[in-house]
């Protein structure tokens, strides 16, 4: 066998094979013997027809077409192996040449992993942000969990600032109704925010059956751009007002809740509070340290694959957070007037930096020998299957090999971002 390796640009390489018909032969066995078992060769049982039987059957070139489907991945690992190769997706091939009783030449070229320096990360100082829950914070958390005991009770009277108004509205711009801006059955609720300023005052003094017309102006950042900014002209009818009646603030309010009294719920409420906000500053350093372990370190070209797959990844976990919020993703991109590919080419700024982050860690973990054991991938894996044990699809997806690796990958980054963690100087953390 020989073979030739050409640096090409973005971290991508270029390998030209070349096999002599003598190499090509236990493939050229393989390819006939799996021919005959795919196709029956009249006088003789499925996979035990001779080669040459086979080959006046499928003829010399089907033969060597099939050899080269088992040769060319067999010949490119060995090859990787060989050299060295940290090797990443798989190769696109180019057939050169393949005739039967010839050297049979083909082209591999796949991306590899760009070279990484690192840099001093050991002097990375990181602010510690203060984390104190205020009495306003707390109050908010109750008086949201009063909301979700609320009551509610249609009243013949006119619209308080603490109902809920069950309206018809139409909206329009310059006598043209907007596209979406018809909605029967509309709920508003007097004491909460509205993405439109000025509406609920307009409907305050207003009882059921009432109509009324007026002209709002929509908030300058608002993402129709074609009426960020503009005077709207709104038709409402009330349908129905309702009463908001929500459980006073009392003991046995509490214990529906878990604790005893008011007082024990505050503390509660507090000491979960300040569990979150530890939590997001943890993560917050982390996406700090990050960051400025980049600043520090220096990359080659950073392989295209490397960005495109994360760019799909990214516009896949989009696509799922839109669905979860209950919205046809295609509907979504009509109204923010975009393609998908344009929505990915958004994400590639942000797809760069995970990559460039991925391949730091990666470094940092080879250079500091921190590994993940088999066990912790194990157990890992069993703990999504628990935390999915009601999705079989989900399940699949965790029990394969891509996913394995996956987890790996992200268990062998915990580790590093720990590492970073407590190898800082003491005046740095």
Known sequence: MNFTTKQLPKSTIEITVELSPEEMQGDLQKAALRLSQETTVPGFRPGKA?????????????????????????????????????????????????????PFVFKATVAVLPRITLGDYATIKLEQKPMEIKDTQVDKVIGDLRKMQTKEAAVAREIGRTDKALVDMSMSLDSVPLEGGATKDHAIYMDEEYYIPGLKEQLIGLKKGDAKEFQLQFPKEHYQKMIAGKDVDFKITVKDVFELQRPPLDDEFAKKLGPVDIAGLRVLIQ???????????????????????????????????????ETIKMLHEFEENVARQGMDFTEYLKKIGKTRDELRLDFAPEAVKRVKVALAARQIAQEKNITIDDSDVAAEVTRMLELYKDQPGMQEQIKSEAAREYLRGVLRNRKVIKWLRDNLEPSAK
């Open 50 to 102: 001779p080669y040459d039987e086979v080959m006046s059957r499928f003829g010399a070139a089907r033969i060597w077409e099939e050899a080269a489907q088992s040769a060319v991945p067999r010949i490119f690992t060995q090859i990787v192996k060989q050299d060295g190769l940290e090797t990443i997706g798989s190769p696109a091939i180019d057939v050169v040449k393949l005739a039967p009783d010839n």
């Open 271 to 309: 000491k979960n509070l300040q569990a979150e906000a530890e939590q997001k500053e943890a993560e917050r350093q982390e996406i700090e340290l990050l960051e400025k372990v980049l600043e520090r370190t220096k990359f080659s070209d950073i392989p295209e694959l490397l960005v495109n797959e």
